[in-house]
């Protein structure tokens, strides 16, 4: 146990744009230049699992040539002080490579692929690893390790019992749209403080605090409130 306030923090999209990282909406419809049902949903896998194949090949050969940037690693000073804990949408791996401790994944991880046959077994990918529908590890044909539109998201449960337990709760660089995750700030204990770091919030709860910056500032700004707020003990 320990006596460290634990700050639980729900980033989005906006944390990794500032490594380069694009997203299916920096473009209407598009995902690098391919449909976005085509590529990220279960009904696109059945109809072409070569293209979705190619498509997280190159996504995950492109995330090897980024780095996580100020904001993340922010996240990880903070353990410092804190207990953080990260619930991320994103499916990159910028939060693992700053060294952050305690990350949960809600719509899957570029770096695996899972068994086909047996959603628990998952398998860890090199950045420049490619698979298609033929390949086989360990006797199991595989996918891609990504929760596709159309499908449940399996990790929600385990991160509406993490929002329950913060002490601080943070939102970077998420719209407040996307459902499940949006939902998780309904489940934050009454009277937490709530703090949201986005340039342009597109609409922003009672209650919450608004950083109106993009994650690399808005993360410098509240570290520099939560140190002060929270001063180490002696």
Not at 70 to 94: G, M, P, S, W, Y
Not at 98 to 119: F, W
Request: no cysteine.
């Amino acid at each position: 146990m320990t006596d460290k306030p634990r700050i639980v923090v729900s980033t989005g999209a906006g944390i990794s744009a500032e490594s380069g990282i694009k997203t299916f909406r920096d473009a209407d419809g598009l995902w690098e230049n391919y449909p976005v049902m085509d590529v990220a949903s279960a009904d696109g896998f059945a109809r072409n699992p070569a293209l979705v194949h190619q498509f997280y090949n190159e996504r995950r050969a492109a995330l090897g040539k980024a780095m996580p940037n100020k904001a993340h690693l922010l996240l990880k000073e903070l353990e410092d002080r804190f207990d953080v804990f990260v619930i991320t949408q994103n499916v990159d791996d910028l939060h693992e490579r700053a060294g952050s401790s305690n990350i949960l994944h809600l719509h899957g991880e570029l770096t695996k692929v899972r068994a086909l046959d047996d959603d628990s077994l998952t398998f860890k990918l090199g950045y420049n690893e490619a698979t298609t529908p033929e390949t086989v590890i360990d006797g199991h044909r595989v996918r891609p390790h990504i929760v596709f539109f159309q499908e449940a998201v399996p990790m929600f449960e385990p991160a509406v019992e993490l929002a329950a337990t913060a002490d601080i709760f943070v939102i970077i660089g998420t719209s407040l749209v996307v459902y499940p995750a949006a939902a998780l700030l309904n489940y934050v204990k009454a009277g937490t403080p709530i703090y949201y770091i986005d340039p342009a919030p597109s609409r922003v709860p009672a209650g919450v605090t608004v950083i109106r910056k993009p994650a690399t500032e808005g993360m410098e700004e509240l570290a520099r409130l939560l140190l002060e707020k929270y001063p180490e003990k002696d």
